[in-house]
């Protein structure tokens, strides 16, 4: 149920999750009582009508622009129709909604700006992570931890919630087309904890199973994920 009266507008990005993304939706709705926005980017199966019978209002991108895009067209949504907070899961099935509701206490109750889910918090282990996966966020967590000094367990968890007051910030530029693809994220949280927002983070599953798994490709995407901590730290960009 709602903690409190702030509206709140649950984003979810989609690519192709035929199957998986009506089972999102349910679950959000057993967790917590919120809007639900599917932005489908490009899907060419089903989704948006699966999303769409399961009661989810629905922005559709007519090819794949990136998962940035898709985040960056539901807070566009968010702003529109003047919600106060903004949390994004996967389309996947890898988060647990019932997460949901710690995250958005520690924004509506504690004040926080950005809460950043976290797979290695409240004794999570995500043990079915891969040991390249495993590795590598284990690594980027510290290599943020060093550039930030924010004590960061878990950078890369696509669970996360925020306030979008943040974005009267002009030096928060998510309309960039560099940030179109995987960058986004970490840009957004890079830059509320560089401008000393209030952040934290909360426990978050995140689930590996054969009916939610990454599209990422290990190089290419996690170069995508680096990528805003080095030009950013070089302020090579903005």
Not at 72 to 86: K, N, P, T
Not at 174 to 201: A, H, K, M, N
């Amino acid at each position: 149920m709602e903690v409190n009266s702030q509206r709140t507008l649950i984003v979810i990005p989609a690519f192709n999750e035929q199957g998986k993304i009506g089972r999102v939706i349910e679950k959000i709705r057993r967790a917590i009582v919120s809007d639900v926005l599917v932005v489908d980017d490009g899907s060419v199966d089903n989704t948006r009508w699966e999303a769409s019978a399961a009661g989810a209002a629905i922005i559709e991108h007519r090819s794949n622009l990136g998962v940035g895009a898709a985040i960056r067209s539901g807070i566009d949504y968010a702003l529109g129709h003047d919600y106060e907070v903004v949390a994004v899961l996967a389309g996947d099935d890898q988060h647990d909604p019932s997460d949901l509701p710690t995250l958005l206490r520690l924004i509506r109750e504690d004040g926080f700006d950005l809460v950043q889910g976290s797979r290695r918090l409240g004794k999570l282990r995500a043990p079915s992570i891969g040991i390249f996966r495993r590795t590598a966020t284990f690594v980027y967590a510290g290599l943020f931890r060093t550039l930030t000094g924010f004590p960061s367990t878990d950078a890369t968890n696509g669970g996360r919630a925020f306030r979008t007051a943040i974005f009267r910030n002009s030096e928060i530029n998510l309309w960039q087309s560099w940030l179109d693809g995987y960058e986004l994220e970490p840009y957004l949280l890079y830059q509320t904890i560089r401008l000393g927002f209030r952040v934290t983070e909360a426990p978050m599953k995140v689930v590996y199973h054969d009916n939610g798994t990454t599209k990422m490709k290990p190089l290419r995407d996690w170069w995508h994920i680096l990528r805003p901590l080095v030009l950013l730290t070089l302020r090579i960009r903005k």
